[in-house]
């Protein structure tokens, strides 16, 4: 019945998806062409990817508000390295911003597990910290195109199949984190520590180390990003992404995912970054103020998120009428078992 | 000490409900119920769960609007449009649990949303300290009213819910399983509160599921079946076995079906396990098919030691031997794959993880064995759930759909089939029923039972003597987080455990 609801909803939000750019390309022709948007996918994706970390966070009752900031550090970092020394290769500078984001990410974990800081707190903290950090590395210096190398740069704008790899990267993650999430003892994890605590405690499973591991995973996202975004927009510095960690939390709400945890699925928080990414970008072609975007992304978190109160009320409903059907269900048990 | 007295009674009811009826979307919670107070008078409530108690409860105190029938007081029908309107018209009640707040002070709990004015309008703190004083002080509770709540135990939380019931001028004072979770000693404290509200005149509504409680402080009783009131009177010219019958609407004989056992080796022994604060020197051996009851009051120190069993908390001192291994727990994780499984309390709370569906629910605490290649197989899971399935007749839709949407008994067999999953040889219930009517414990009884005739070791935590004594073979008592002793079952009398558990050698 909640499996049923749940698929519902996304089928809804992917429907609505579909009909706003529908409505979209009725007054600006050409948004909904193949190449637009592939394009409003490939903008999409550092949202995307940065979202689905923020996921596994919110899956286990916590929140990451560092994202952000971790994304500026490891981009500020990569692009400096890559400015001081051109010959390092690119596959390593990349692991380089994924392990830095996975040690921001971690510090994040060992305040919330070891030192029992709540997470909103904690990351509230790293979220200044880390972009503190950013500045004290530049000294509040720009890293400018001209420094940078242009392997670089271009190549996450290479096409494939025509999609840049920047957008290849997302779909690679979004294949990685669904197989993680549905296949493997973290993922289950994930899900039973958010879903309910205690009863994960008594199973064996360990509650603080998955939540550990969950901001491992977003800041190794995070860091991800920090490359694909400087590489994106060709310049480093230290204000990059400020309060983009709230588009990742919104487009996890918007997609279905509980704050209170245990509840959410990897096509919901794909489709609520696809959401604001549609809406970010469509609202400029057809003459909308940007200003307007904010209050309309502002208001569809409201409305994803009275909709999750909603199914809250009728899944009550529903175990009254459960109890009613079967007054003594327990007294069952005994004779059957 | 359950001495009844022939108390005068008045003629006419303080308070009486006529044919109340409530219903909801599907459900008929109460069906022209009729129930009658009378002052200076305690009056069962008494029911299995799901009878409508709490429904009427929720009618009396002004929460839900009856569909039908009548509330008089002094005769008089009143209507209460919503809970300060009862609460004016005198009628309170003491929940469950009690819904008190951790950070105020015991004077600021008591007085919440009715704190006496100055003439300013601002709250006169120094009133409000007086009186919280003279509250408790009338019901013998020693708390400063200064104290905050978190720092009080909960029979002293209780208290304080009892004075907060009494700053209102109460006549009707509702208790709603008051009892659930103090030691005998607690109750006896509180019991000898309800004789002086008596004696004050007040009408005492008291919903229990233990007998003897009842028998011991009621004089009067009413029973509710399926939200109808089938059975009212005076408890001295009623029998247990007669209010049973109208209970359930048929006669249980066996409550405690413990089925005969061959006993055979030790499984588990545990020699000297202590904790830095909560227990010290536990040693005792556990043998196959065997149940051992472990009793003692609240805060005794058992569900600390289970805990310590299953690696929640790490002993300071102590041995494990598991079917002659050596063993050191130091996690759940460890407990669960040598074979130790711990039934928390609260099954609801604890067990099952509401959203998730069914076949990762029972394969949870086994996950490492439904795992290949690091990654998981559905198929193997939903083969296991589907074998405990079927064995404990669990009735779903399908097994990929999420426990949360099933009934509480249903519920209830996800999480059995949990821990039947992880093949445990030694299994600890903390309080396996806990709060649940008589029929369902049956039903938990005879899964004991038949646990013990497998193999299986079992550990049962219980604060119900009757419990204890039918379904034991061996019975231990904990006192202040030592072993106050062991007995075999035979010849084995409820005083000397009660003697064992409070000290009064």
């Known amino acids: 019945m909640m499996s049923r609801i749940l698929k519902y909803r996304e089928l809804l939000l992917g429907a609505i998806i579909l009909a706003l750019i529908a409505a979209f390309s009725l007054r600006a022709p050409g948004f909904a062409t193949p190449r637009n948007l592939a394009g409003i996918f490939n903008d999409t994706s550092i949202l995307i990817i940065l979202a689905l970390g923020q996921m596994a966070v919110i899956l286990t009752k916590s929140i990451d508000l560092s994202v952000a900031a971790n994304l500026a550090f490891t981009g500020m970092a ?13 596959p390593l500078l990349i692991g380089a911003a994924m392990a830095i984001g996975a040690v921001l990410g971690a510090v994040n974990g060992f305040m919330v597990w070891i030192i029992g800081i709540p997470p909103i707190v904690a990351t509230l903290g790293t979220l200044t910290i880390y972009r503190g950090l950013a500045f004290v590395l530049s000294g509040g210096a720009w890293v400018n195109q001209t420094q940078m190398t242009s392997a670089f740069l271009d190549t996450p704008r290479i096409p494939l199949l025509g999609l840049p790899l920047n957008g290849w990267t997302a779909l690679l993650v979004i294949a990685v984190i669904a197989v993680v999430f549905m296949r493997t003892g973290f993922g289950r994890a994930l899900y039973a520590s958010g879903g309910n605590p205690t009863a994960a405690l008594y199973a064996g499973i360990d509650v603080g180390r998955t939540r550990f591991f969950a901001f491992v995973l977003s800041g190794t996202l995070a860091g991800l990003c920090g490359y694909l975004w400087v590489a994106r927009y060709a310049v480093a510095y230290v204000d990059i ?7 990742t939390v919104a487009a996890c709400v918007i997609g279905g995912i509980s704050t209170l945890g245990g509840i959410g699925s990897v096509a919901g928080a794909v489709l609520g970054a696809l959401f604001l990414g549609v809406i970010k970008n469509a609202l400029p072609v057809i003459d909308i103020s940007p200003f307007w975007q904010m209050a309309i992304s502002g208001l569809v978190i409201i409305i994803a998120v009275l909709f999750n109160a909603r199914q809250e009320r009728r899944k009550g409903r529903l175990i009254l009428r459960d109890a009613a059907r079967s007054p003594a269900p327990a007294a069952a048990e005994g004779a059957a078992a | 000490m359950s001495v009844v007295e022939a108390v005068a009674e008045p003629a006419h009811p303080l308070l009486e409900m006529r044919g109340i009826s409530k219903s909801f979307p599907g459900v008929k919670a109460l069906d022209g119920v009729d129930v009658a107070l009378y002052a200076g008078t305690v009056t069962a409530l008494i029911g299995e769960n799901g009878a409508g108690k709490s429904t009427l409860v929720k009618v009396l105190t002004g929460i839900y609007q009856p569909d039908a029938g009548d509330i008089l007081v002094d005769g008089a029908p009143v209507r209460f449009a919503d809970a300060q309107a009862a609460m004016r018209a005198g009628i309170t009640a003491i929940h469950q649990e009690t819904v008190l707040f951790d950070e105020l002070t015991v004077a600021e709990n008591i007085f919440l949303g009715h ?4 003439r300013l309008g601002l709250v006169d703190w120094a009133a409000m300290r007086a009186r919280a004083g003279a509250l408790l002080h009338a019901i013998d509770a020693p708390i400063s009213p200064y104290a905050r709540l978190k720092d009080l135990s909960i029979a002293q939380r209780h208290l304080v819910a009892i004075a907060r019931a009494l700053s209102v001028e109460a006549r009707v004072v509702i208790m709603d399983e008051p009892t659930a979770a103090l030691s005998h000693k607690e109750v006896e404290d509180l019991f000898r509160i309800i004789e002086r509200l008596k004696g004050q005149g007040k009408a005492i509504l008291f919903i229990s599921h233990k007998f003897e409680e009842i ?10 079946r399926d939200g109808r009131s089938v059975g009212a009177g005076r408890l001295a010219e009623t029998g247990q076995d007669e209010i049973v019958r109208m209970m359930v609407g048929r006669s249980v004989e066996h409550v405690f079906p413990k089925a005969e056992v061959a006993i055979g080796g030790p499984v588990l022994e545990v020699a000297g396990y202590s904790h830095p604060t909560e227990f010290a020197d536990i040693s005792f051996t556990l043998r196959r098919g065997e149940i051992l009851g472990l009793y003692g009051l609240v805060g005794a120190g058992r569900s600390e030691f289970c805990q310590a069993l299953f690696g929640i908390t ?4 102590g041995r494990l031997t598991l079917e002659g291994k050596a063993l050191a727990i130091r996690s759940p994780q460890d407990a669960i794959a040598a074979g130790i499984v711990y039934v928390p309390e609260e099954r609801g709370r604890h067990g099952a993880v509401l959203p998730m569906p069914i076949f990762q629910n029972v394969s949870m605490a086994v996950l490492g064995r439904t795992t290949r290649a690091g990654f998981l197989r559905l198929a193997e899971e939903f083969t296991l759930a589907r074998r405990y399935a079927e064995r404990l007749d669990l009735r779903a839709a399908a097994l990929s759909v999420p426990v949360g949407t099933l009934s509480g008994g249903n519920q209830q067999k996800v999480v059995i089939a949990k821990w039947l999953a992880t093949l445990p040889k030694v299994i600890i219930l903390d309080e396996p029923t806990k709060g649940i009517d008589i029929g369902s414990k049956a039903a938990v009884h005879a899964f004991m039972s038949e646990l013990a005739a497998e193999g299986l070791s079992v550990i049962m935590v219980s604060s119900e ?6 379904m034991s073979d061996r019975v231990m008592v904990m006192r202040e987080g030592r072993l106050a002793g062991i007995w075999e079952r035979d010849g084995l009398d409820a005083e000397t455990l009660v003697r064992a558990a409070t000290g009064n050698a």
């Open chain 1, 78 to 90: 990569v692009a400096m390295l890559n400015a001081a020394y051109p010959g390092i290769p690119l």
């Open chain 2, 465 to 470: 003597l009757p419990e204890i004594l039918g």
């Open chain 2, 215 to 224: 028998y011991e402080i009621a004089e009067r009783f009413v029973v509710f």
């Open chain 2, 115 to 118: 704190a006496p004015k100055s």
């Open chain 1, 241 to 247: 992404a400020a309060g983009f960690e709230l588009d």
């Open chain 2, 314 to 317: 790490r002993p300071s001192a």
